[in-house]
């Protein structure tokens, strides 16, 4: 059984910086494609950040240059990187793993986990 835990929200002040974490058990991160997602109280779930099997990385443009996607194979966990946080990234931020990109660009999961709220002051 496939399960992916979110960790590493909070409260920060705007300029500040939180890092995410991923962890997956019941499948190999190094294999998938990987997809940090938020969604803010009233809006669409949208795609933050991507990486696929190797190293190609993909980001929305609201968080280009501040956020930064990564893994750790040897731990099963993918890491978001956040820094100069901005107010609207308030959200509930969730992870998924597809096997193939356009999955995980196109967000199309069946099951999704109980994600990590992040709330930025200004």
Same mark, same amino acid.
């Given at each position: &059984?496939? &399960? @992916?835990?979110? !960790?590493?929200?909070?409260?920060? &002040? +705007?300029?500040?910086? @939180?890092?995410?974490?991923? +962890?997956?058990?019941?499948?190999?991160?190094?294999? *998938?494609?990987?997809?940090?997602?938020?969604?803010?109280?009233?809006?669409?779930?949208?795609?933050?950040? +991507?990486?696929?099997?190797?190293?190609?990385?993909?980001?929305?443009?609201?968080? *280009?240059?501040?956020?930064?996607?990564?893994?750790?194979?040897?731990?099963?966990?993918?890491?978001?990187?956040?820094?100069?946080? *901005?107010?609207?990234?308030?959200?509930?931020?969730?992870?998924?793993?597809?096997?193939?990109?356009?999955?995980?660009?196109?967000?199309?999961? +069946?099951?999704?986990?109980?994600?990590?709220?992040?709330?930025? !002051? !200004?």
């Amino acid at each position: &059984q496939v &399960q @992916l835990v979110e !960790s590493g929200g909070g409260l920060v &002040q +705007a300029g500040g910086s @939180l890092r995410l974490s991923c +962890a997956a058990s019941g499948i190999r991160f190094s294999i *998938k494609a990987i997809g940090w997602y938020r969604q803010a109280p009233g809006k669409q779930r949208e795609l933050v950040a +991507a990486l696929d099997s190797r190293t190609t990385t993909t980001y929305a443009d609201s968080v *280009k240059g501040r956020f930064t996607i990564s893994r750790d194979n040897a731990k099963n966990t993918v890491y978001l990187q956040m820094s100069a946080l *901005k107010p609207e990234d308030t959200a509930v931020y969730y992870c998924n793993a597809g096997q193939t990109w356009l999955t995980v660009l196109a967000g199309n999961f +069946a099951s999704w986990g109980q994600g990590t709220q992040v709330t930025v !002051s !200004s």
